[in-house]
């Protein structure tokens, strides 16, 4: 048998590189593979790690595996925060896997910025995003934002396919220079959203299980961060208390919602009956707590009344996510490549492949960024269609 090649990296490296992905022994050990005893014993020096393992660490600490071979821990590294705009009780908390979210989707930014100054070229436009001026009231803003999504000529049609309009508007929003990702095994409670400003491409993250309406809303609500020239995260299911939080949900909601068909159309909803509120929100595309958040911005409801729907809205939620399993008994699990394309973005693949093929990227480096093994790579091109490699 042969005996597996150990690395004598430094233990409080180790050790380091963990407490600041925020994890704790039990959790990175089950990530990486291995008992929370072994871990315990690397980051005390007593046994070492393989290379394998010490790249399933690199993977889990959302860090480049060069890290875990430095001679000291890093000193006075600022650690990357997004402003917090949840509500209080969720504010300022981040579970283990929000924050190793947060990382991946700056990592993905970071790495198109370093192989576009490598000489890569961008798949999508680097100078169309949109702006946003906060002195403009949100009804103004809100009209900027249709024109730049067309939204006045998307087919009526997919008001009642949230999943293809959800589609549509990514990929508008993808082809006016964003790059828009998303989450899996975070609460939707924790986070709906969230968002990073900045060069060369800002980021926008959506909650994998949130529901399509409500996807739709986050993405709207993200954009104006971002336009805003600012980063975010978000919960959305709440009374905003922060004058910037409540500008971006009032803003969503004009876009999805234009204030004068609206009007016209919740003349004789119940604000306190869900089915009224669905059968509002499905003619705009919208969730019924986006229209009933709609209604208090028009002063057609009152936050009292908002709060006393909450219960319904997690109601829905959670027979949504029942109806999803149910209808997928028995039936494949979504697919692997599809779900890859779909969580990192195919700006951020295609951009990642081409520098590949024209030896800007390493095959190891590659690899991790996309959290595939190499073999995989020729499948998650045939997923993107012919022009990601034109």
């Known amino acids: 048998m042969v005996t597996p090649v150990r690395f004598a990296v430094q233990p409080d490296v180790l050790t380091w590189a963990r407490v600041s ?16 005893a072994r871990l315990a014993e690397w980051e005390r020096g007593d046994t070492e790690p393989t290379l394998i393992q010490l790249r399933k660490a690199a993977d889990t600490y959302t860090r480049p595996l060069a890290a875990l071979f430095l001679r000291a821990p890093l000193q006075g590294e600022s ?14 908390e ?25 000489g890569a070229e961008l798949s999508i436009p680097s100078d169309g995003t949109i702006q946003i001026d906060r002195d403009n009231a949100p009804e103004s803003s809100a009209r900027v934002l249709r024109k730049a999504l067309g939204l006045a000529h998307f087919p009526p049609r997919l008001l009642d396919r949230p999943e293809e309009m959800l589609r549509r508007l990514v990929k508008t929003i993808e082809g006016l220079g964003y790059l828009v990702i998303q989450v899996q095994r975070v609460a939707v409670e924790e986070m709906r959203g969230f968002s990073i ?6 980021v926008i993250a959506l909650n994998g299980a949130d529901w399509p309406r409500g996807k739709v809303y986050t993405l709207l609500h993200e954009l104006v961060h971002v336009g805003l020239r600012h980063s975010g995260l978000c919960d959305l299911s ?22 004068t068909a609206f009007k016209n159309a919740a003349i004789e909803i119940d604000p306190l009956s869900y089915d009224d509120l669905r059968q509002l929100a499905g003619g705009f595309g919208a969730s019924a707590e986006a229209a009933l958040i709609r209604m208090v911005h028009l002063k057609l409801a009152t936050w009292d009344e908002y709060n006393v729907m909450k219960s319904s809205f997690r109601d829905a939620y959670l027979k949504h996510k029942q109806d999803e399993k ?9 697919l692997f490549y599809q779900l890859k394309v779909r ?13 590949h093929d024209d030896g800007l990227v390493s095959s190891r480096d590659v690899t991790q960024l996309l ?12 997923r993107l269609g012919p022009e990601a490699v034109a």
């Open 21 to 36: 992905a925020s994890l704790g022994i039990d959790e990175a050990a089950k990530q990486i593979g291995v008992s929370a």
């Open 79 to 92: 650690r990357f925060d997004l402003p917090d705009f949840r509500r209080p009780g969720v504010e300022g």
């Open 94 to 118: 981040e579970s283990a896997t929000l924050r190793r979210a947060i990382l991946r989707a700056r990592q993905q930014q970071d790495a198109l910025k370093e192989v576009i100054e490598e």
């Open 197 to 202: 400003a900045g060069d060369p491409v800002p």
């Open 238 to 259: 709440k009374q905003p208390s922060k004058p910037e939080e409540r500008y971006c949900d009032e803003v969503a909601a004009a876009t999805l919602m234009p204030s």
């Open 326 to 334: 149910d209808a997928q008994a028995g039936k494949d699990s979504p």
């Open 343 to 355: 969580d990192l973005g195919r700006p951020f693949i295609i951009t990642m492949l081409r520098a």
């Open 371 to 382: 959290g595939l093994s190499y073999d995989k790579l020729p499948k998650l091109m045939s």
